[in-house]
């Protein structure tokens, strides 16, 4: 999640107005400080659950926590489970251009009037009863309320930051996921990877499920024994890649593969039935039939083919938007991604490389902001690695969205490095120049340091809307 610097309001100053018209409601969810990270946030969330009716408990909830990667496993596993027959909701932490992307059901996002009527209700609830509420706690209960008037099966919620105070840690998930722990908000959480681990590991319950796509062996261990000491149901880790088209494979197979994982635990574990497609068989058994599947039942598979997973993602893998977002339309093409810390850099710039090597970059670019807890020495070594692959120039400009490490201290020190930097203080005057040295037709360049700066690229094509 990316937090917001500008000035914020106190909800309570505000009147009771059951008719806010959509433009209203989201100016007032932008005058409100966008988040808190303390016991505070947890016991508003579980005073606005009662005052609604306690809906958090009529509803199977999955949280998924991580440094990164929480969004596309989320998006990964509501198609494995609407493969499977589920209705699906999804609540993001965060969006690009408007609020309504964070409420999703059945792939489209809440329509405007649904948002406006949604929001208005827990916006004065929380007036009504002097309830403090930020505009994440806000859009976390007004999803959970939309989602219960639609009769969702399952919600999968993502958390914001870390687990322990994130507002979405008052309910009781049935399934706690957490996809990677790396360093991230180290002025809420700190630095140490496993005190940040212990951290997110608070959203886990008692005889709920918990899964990770966690891959260091050695804090897997730890955080084994912390699930466990829970009392909750420990689930083996991510190690396979899901069956996903080349280049995505290598850089969100094993995401895929946790979404895979959330879905059959869901069915498997919590509905408690069986699933040939999760399982991944080619030729379902029947309940009681020994041995080899009969000739009929092989010609009738090649008749009427068993959905699996092994061929499900050649059909149904589609990447969120400022993930990996590749405009070959746009000359030269555009390469969009909300990478904000150096877990998700690495990633992206891997898949920099498969492309080249894919089919060779003519001239490549980089707008980069780089948020004030990443560590600039590291990033600027990502940066040299990347660029003995794949020769470029780095654009640096300040984030809009997050605190950023200043330009033109990037530039002295990325001198200091032998990387090609310099400093913008204008997105649009970074991106104009960046155009002139990358190849209209063969080049690539890149834009990326968090969600906001993708949203800035969106803006500056006069983009209001995803």
């Keep these: 999640m990316n937090m917001p610097t500008q000035s914020t309001s106190n909800i309570n100053k505000m009147g009771i107005n059951k008719g806010r018209n959509y433009n209203q409601v989201i100016s ?34 999955v949280l998924v926590g991580g440094s990164s990667g929480k969004s596309l496993a989320i998006s990964f596993a509501a198609r494995v489970l609407k493969a499977e027959s589920y209705n699906v909701g999804i609540a993001y932490s965060s969006h690009i251009l408007n609020y309504n992307e964070r409420i999703i059901i059945k792939d489209a996002q809440i329509n405007n009037k649904d948002f406006s009527d949604v929001l208005n209700n827990v916006i004065d609830i929380a007036i009504e009863n002097q309830i403090d509420a930020t505009s994440f706690e806000i859009m976390t209960m007004a999803s959970l309320a ?76 730890k955080m084994k024994t912390m699930v466990e000491a829970k009392n909750a149901n420990w689930s083996m880790p991510i190690r396979k890649l899901a069956n996903l088209p080349y280049i995505y494979e290598q850089l969100y197979g094993r995401t895929a593969s946790l979404g895979e994982r959330i879905a059959q635990i869901y069915v498997e574990n919590v509905k408690q039935k069986f699933s040939p497609f999760l399982k991944g068989n080619l030729l ?66 891997l898949g920099i490389r498969l492309l080249h090597y894919q089919k060779p970059i003519k001239g490549f670019a980089i707008i980069l902001g780089i948020n004030k807890d990443m560590d600039v020495q590291e990033t600027l070594k990502l940066i040299r690695y990347l660029n003995k692959k794949v020769s470029g120039h780095i654009f ?7 605190k950023s490490h ?61």
């Excluded at 007032?28 to 809906?55: F, Q, T």
């Excluded at 640096?396 to 997050?402: A, Q, R, S």
């Excluded at 834009?447 to 995803?466: D, E, H, L, M």
């Design 146 to 221: 939309y989602f219960k008037s639609q009769n969702i099966d399952i919600v999968l919620l993502e958390v914001g930051i870390g687990g322990r105070y994130d507002a979405t840690n008052f309910c009781n998930p049935i399934i706690s996921v957490i996809t990677r722990v790396a360093q991230d908000h180290k002025d809420l959480l700190g630095s140490d990877i496993e005190q940040i681990a212990a951290d997110m590991l608070e959203i886990v319950r008692p005889n709920g499920w918990f899964v990770s796509g966690e891959q260091s062996k050695l804090l897997l261990q």
């Design 406 to 466: 200043d330009v033109l201290e990037l530039e002295q020190k990325a001198k200091e490095l032998g990387v090609k930097g310099k400093a913008y203080t204008s997105f649009d005057v970074a991106f104009q120049a960046a155009t002139t040295v990358v190849d209209p037709r063969d080049g690539l360049l890149c834009i990326t340091g968090s969600t906001g700066i993708v949203k800035q690229y969106w803006n500056s094509r006069g983009i209001k809307k995803i």
């Design 284 to 349: 379902a058994t029947e309940k009681g039939q020994r041995g080899r599947p009969t000739l009929q039942a092989k010609r009738d598979a090649e008749l009427n083919p068993v959905k699996t997973l092994k061929n499900f993602w050649s059909d149904n893998f589609e990447l969120l938007k400022g993930r990996f977002e590749i405009l070959d339309k746009e000359k030269p093409t555009i390469l969009l991604d909300n990478a904000r810390n150096i877990d998700s850099l690495e990633n992206l710039f």
């Design 28 to 61: 007032l969810l932008d005058s409100l400080r966008p988040y808190d990270y303390d016991v505070n946030a947890i016991k508003r969330m579980k005073k606005l659950d009662s005052l609604l009716g306690n809906i958090s408990s009529n509803l199977d909830i």
């Design 396 to 402: 640096f400009v300040p984030l809009h969205d997050i």
